[in-house]
């Protein structure tokens, strides 16, 4: 490895945030004890808040953005890691307050690194990404509350972007019945194609949600909020369940009380960022056993570290489909 190593770096000055592609050295990475060779990133939906400035994501500076990443580590100090070992890394503020995966190499504390399960390459590691493994959060938290393919439809809302289209991908693969809630009509045989057995439009979600509408879906991932959320609680079926991960239309959640005590509906929320590495490890492992690999091709796209500015910007505005893989090293 060379002394410098192309990133991306965000300053702070009177004038606000910026970003440039720069050269850095080892001595420009923060504190950790193990170091990595970056191979690839992703663009995450938060990557796109950071590098845009558009919500206060990064909170120290200067800083390498990128939330995830997979690699190869070249020097460990930590017992659980020695160079050569192929790792990913998913949150624990990276990206945020501690330099992150759109950088050739990378620094961290070894505690938030795990093991690449075996079977899956770094490159298929970020295809699914910080976006995947919080889709399979949210499908363990249906499971551990009962839910099976024999107990009903699950529903996905933002269907066609990064967690919605991974969640699709691994539900049909388990065998249960997905029903797709997109705003672009021009992703329905895509949706198709990951295993949607049928697609809504989402505008059906973005009105005033009832206090409790017709019940039709035994679960529901949300990656919205807002009305739309509210409208997916007030739809689930008596004993069901919602795991809610995301604020793509808002943080607001303007529902009442009715589905919880009047079905026994349950809301699970699901956080990626701090999760326990148990969780993890379990979720990257399910990642590995329940995605077909062959379907991450079709909802993922590869760019270089000069393409992911456009990409972020492009992200926030909802035109992604999918995932994006960003290659580094
Ligand atoms: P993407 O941008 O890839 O997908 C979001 C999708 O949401 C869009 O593609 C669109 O899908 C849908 N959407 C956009 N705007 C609206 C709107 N106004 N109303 C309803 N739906 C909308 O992002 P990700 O899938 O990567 O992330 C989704 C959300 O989950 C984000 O809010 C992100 O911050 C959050 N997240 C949270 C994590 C956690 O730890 N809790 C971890 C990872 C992500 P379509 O065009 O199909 O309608």
Redesign the pocket.
């Known amino acids: 490895m060379s002394n410098t190593f192309r990133a991306y770096q965000i300053t702070k000055d009177e004038d606000g945030q910026k970003v440039a592609l720069t050269t850095l050295t080892e001595s420009d990475l923060m504190d950790g004890d193990v170091t990595v060779k970056v191979e690839y990133s992703a663009v ?3 990557d796109g808040l950071a590098m845009t400035a558009k919500a206060p994501v990064v909170r120290r500076f200067p800083l390498i953005p990128g939330i995830d990443f997979a690699g190869t580590v070249t020097a460990s100090e930590n017992s659980e890691f020695s160079a050569g070992d192929k790792v990913i890394l998913n949150g624990f503020g990276v990206g945020e307050v501690h330099s992150g995966g759109f950088s050739e190499v990378a620094r961290v504390d070894g505690n938030w690194l795990i093991p690449l399960p075996s079977g899956i390459t770094t490159r298929q590691a970020m295809a699914v990404g ?2 995947g493994y ?1 889709a399979m959060l949210c499908i363990l938290a249906l499971e551990n509350h009962g839910i099976t393919p024999e107990s009903g439809n699950i529903l996905v ?8 289209s991974v969640a699709i991908s691994i539900l049909s693969e388990l065998g249960y019945d997905v029903v797709a ?4 009509s021009n ?1 329905h045989d895509y949706l198709v194609s990951l295993g949607a057995v049928k697609v809504i439009d ?1 505008e059906h979600f ?1 009105k005033k949600a009832r206090m409790l509408d017709k019940e039709q879906w035994v679960g529901g991932i949300d ?2 909020g ?1 009305n ?1 959320l509210a409208n997916v609680l007030s739809q689930i079926k008596y004993g069901g369940a919602v795991a809610a ?5 808002s943080m607001e959640l303007p529902t009442s009380v009715a589905p919880f005590i009047l079905r026994g509906v349950a809301l699970y929320g ?4 701090m999760a326990p590495v148990a969780k993890r490890k379990q979720a990257w492992q399910r990642i590995a056993e329940d995605l077909d690999f062959s379907k991450l091709d079709t909802l993922s796209n590869e760019i270089t570290l000069e393409e992911v500015p456009a990409v972020a910007e492009a ?1 926030l505005s ?1 035109t ?1 489909r999918g995932r994006t893989v960003v290659k580094i090293s």
């Open positions: 995450n939906y938060k910080t976006a919080t809302t933002g269907a066609a972007g990064g967690v919605g809630v997109t705003g672009r992703e989402r973005s990656v919205a807002g739309t991960c995301g604020l793509a239309e699901i956080d990626s960022v992200i909802g992604i």
